[in-house]
């Protein structure tokens, strides 16, 4: 088992800049490819942003990347998201995930164990 917490969520004004994180508890951190997904009102959970155990590699769904930066810091169990230029689109809430399998998947039905989630809300 592991349990994750996110924390770091808030309001901003659009072009602003917030970075989530989220810390793990129970097995062992750095077995786990860790991922961040959203879920905004009326829309399905999307996938946001997934880093490998090591943190040697990250991948990002086409609408963040260049604005936000996922990574890791195994000694401190916890996985952050960097967000900057922020728009109000950005609005969701913000779920940290962990994910056994051996190559880091951006399908949430992979992930084994979510956080309870973070309220991002940007401002126009």
């Known amino acids: 088992q592991v349990q994750l917490v996110e924390s770091g969520g808030g309001l901003v004004q659009a072009g602003g800049s917030l970075r989530l994180s989220c810390a793990a508890s129970?097995?062992?951190?750095?077995?786990?490819?860790m991922g961040w997904f959203r879920q905004a009102p009326g829309k399905e959970r999307e996938f946001v942003a997934a880093i490998n155990r090591s943190g040697s590699s990250t991948y990002y769904a086409d609408s963040v990347k260049g604005r936000f930066t996922i990574s890791r810091d195994n000694a401190k169990n916890t996985v952050y998201l960097q967000m900057s230029s922020l728009k109000p689109e950005d609005t969701a809430v913000y779920y940290c995930?962990?994910?056994?399998?051996?190559?880091?998947?951006?399908?949430?039905?992979?992930?084994?164990?979510w956080g309870q989630g973070t309220q991002v809300t940007v401002s126009p």
């Open positions: 995930a962990a994910d056994r399998s051996p190559l880091v998947v951006v399908a949430e039905s992979a992930y084994d164990y």
């Open positions: 129970g097995r062992t951190f750095s077995g786990y490819n």
